[in-house]
């Protein structure tokens, strides 16, 4: 089966054929860095780190590019508010995505452009717009695209312009020719950052500096255009009507591919209703594999719907799968037909548009076949377990080890079986030593009907 992704674009599954053979170019729209990063955020960098590593596994090189905002209103509004330089604020937030989503597991992209630093490219895009006859400075110091000037406006979003017009609810700009036309470049405002430009001082617009950087960094035409489904209109649409007009190449992206928004009951996460769950919380809580357990088990382009009780859920599922590998002594082993199947569904399920919760169902099949095997099947299993979830990110072995390079698992399952036993002798208070001193340890251990399980923290 090959590999067949969902293009927004078309609105059906396509076969995945690249520019170049065995390359893929993947721009993943980044944030815009005017405060901490949320597990909406994080569920979007999961996703699109899964489709990057899968296709790393499959055998292609990917180039990733994922860009920083790091000049916008809000963030200067932000600095303003805490008496800090604009560029001071965003540097301290771009250092803080990079360091929360290494301890999420998601690799870093191959590039990290920024708007501030792409200006003489965002300033040569714009001239060759206005020479073309897609843009016009108005009166001011801005300059405006010329929506109605491109005839396919609208055509990723699948919307009119009329249809957009007038649906329209903001007060209209009486400089703009059409109500829809956006700012390329925005003149400068006193104590804001600004650069020179042939209009005056001022800062680029927010959609042309993602044209920009695409095309600095990947070329003109890409082969996966990401980022969360709520950039589809306007923020990619414009995209495709500045790059479009300003580079005959086209189209701009292959694929376009939006991931679902996360959402608590059914309702958007929103600063407004105060509903937002900080990326660095779930990590200091411990809870990363098991919030990209989460994500995995939901198709990425779904809206994930986001509870303690779904949590919790992908926690219990998280301890099933590291309970199965342990003990594993990094034995290879030979794949037995049952191990071959398996992974032959996970390919299957993956090559359906990442279907994730099915390659998820793969590594649990795996788990239970896990803990009836002995000796060198067991081994097997273990390691085609290990290797695939690898492949969705999810580290199941701990990264700390014991100081004589070992597993700690033997170590930690003793303990447990010499404190139940203090416990059938109804000595509470070392057994419960025992629970506290591995707490201390990082090592949380909860107590069932069925006996004692064990999990480490992130």
Known sequence: MALSVYNTMSRQKEPFETLEPGVVRMYVCGVTVYSGAHIGHAMSAIAFDVIRRYLEWTGYTVHHAQNFTDVDDKIINRANEMGIPPEQLSESLIADWKQDTRQLNVLPATVYPQATQEIDGIIA?????????????????????????FAEYGKLSHRKLDDMQAGARIEIDPRKEHPMDFALWKAAKPGEPSWKSPWGAGRPGWHIECSVMAANHLGNRMDIHGGGADLIFPHHENEIA?????????????????????????????????????????????????????????????PLVYTDEALEGARRGLERLQTAIRGYDGTIGAATEVVEDDERSFREAMDDDFNTPVAVSVLFDLARLANRAEGAEKSAVQHKLIELAGVLGLELRDPEKVSSGGDIA?????????????????????????????????????????????????
């Open 125 to 149: 895009m714009i001239e060759g717009l206005i020479e073309r006859d897609y843009a016009y400075p108005v009166e001011g110091g801005d300059v405006n695209y010329r929506v109605n000037r």
């Open 410 to 458: 033997p170590f930690v399952d003793l303990l447990l079986e010499v404190r139940e036993q203090l416990r059938q002798q109804k000595n509470w208070g070392l057994s419960d030593a025992i629970r506290d001193g591995l707490a201390e340890r990082g090592v949380t251990v909860e107590d069932s009907a069925t006996g004692a399980t064990w999990r480490r923290r992130d």
């Open 242 to 302: 500045q790059s479009e007009a300003f580079d005959e190449h086209r189209p701009f992206a292959r694929y376009w591919m939006h991931n679902g928004l996360l959402q608590f009951s059914g309702e958007k996460m929103s600063k407004s209703i105060g509903n937002l769950v900080p990326m660095r919380d779930l990590i200091d809580r411990g809870d990363a594999r098991a919030f990209r357990l989460l994500v995995l088990q939901s198709i990425y382009r779904n």
